[in-house]
């Protein structure tokens, strides 16, 4: 089992760019998160999906966009990178309902 | 809305000193986990606690739930260069009436050999 796996694990953007950042699980975990993590900051929630078909907003949703057309795929989209998308971000999966998240490895990305 | 914080932000602890880190929620806890990272890694589940008064350990983590399920502590024995990170706690967000996890800012540990 691979888990959780995130490709690109780094990436530099120029602002107004787009780029799909990939998340990919194969424990068939129904919920799906994106995160980012800014430096010094806790984990922010951007969107999550609770099966194959439907996607919510999380807390920062602004300037992102998600899909999930499978159970093993949820990838990120930046529509126009800004510097302030400038962050680590993680994909992680949860089995059920009071189980712990699982996380990816994470992608750097920076926005000059 | 609820919020977790975490105490201390930060720590700087000699090679085989105890240590304890906090974290303590605004609304009554109902699952409770705590992860670590390491500098450029996804964050790695150590624990989870649902009962008030639970305590769990794992080699040298010993992390604890309150009975009044508000505050959580993650206390390490003998600290090691192994430990060095940095530690967060999770939650269900109001008590799991959502599927979402809030997350403290995390405690950022050293440990100097």
């Known amino acids: 089992n691979a888990g959780v796996t995130q490709t690109p694990k780094f990436r530099i953007l120029k602002i107004g760019q787009s780029m799909t950042l990939q998340c990919t699980q194969d424990m068939n975990h129904n919920y799906m998160y994106w995160y980012r993590q800014d430096p010094g900051m806790g984990l922010k929630l951007i969107y999550y999906s609770v099966g194959a078909g439907i996607t919510d907003k999380g807390e920062v949703p602004n300037g992102y966009n998600v899909s999930r057309s499978t159970t093993e795929d949820f990838p990120l989209r930046l529509e126009l990178a800004a510097p302030s998308q400038t962050s680590v971000y993680f994909c992680a999966t949860r089995g059920a309902h009071g189980d712990t998240q699982y996380f990816g490895p994470g992608t750097r990305l920076t926005v000059l | 809305s609820q919020e977790l914080e975490q105490s201390p932000q930060s720590l700087i602890v000699q090679e085989g000193k105890n240590l304890t880190i906090n974290c303590t929620s605004s609304?009554?806890?109902?699952?409770l986990y705590w992860y670590k990272q390491k500098y450029g890694e996804g964050l790695i589940f150590l624990m989870m606690?649902?009962?008030?008064?639970e305590e769990k350990s794992h080699e040298k983590i010993t992390a604890k739930l309150d009975e009044k399920k508000q505050q959580s502590s993650l206390h390490i024995t003998a600290s090691q260069p192994s430990h060095a990170g940095i530690y967060l706690c999770?939650?269900?967000?109001?008590?799991?009436?959502?599927?979402?996890?809030?997350f403290g800012t995390g405690t950022l540990l050293a440990v100097q050999p």
């Open positions: 606690l649902q009962k008030g008064g």
């Open positions: 999770g939650a269900d967000q109001y008590g799991g009436a959502t599927n979402k996890l809030i």
């Open positions: 609304k009554t806890l109902y699952g």
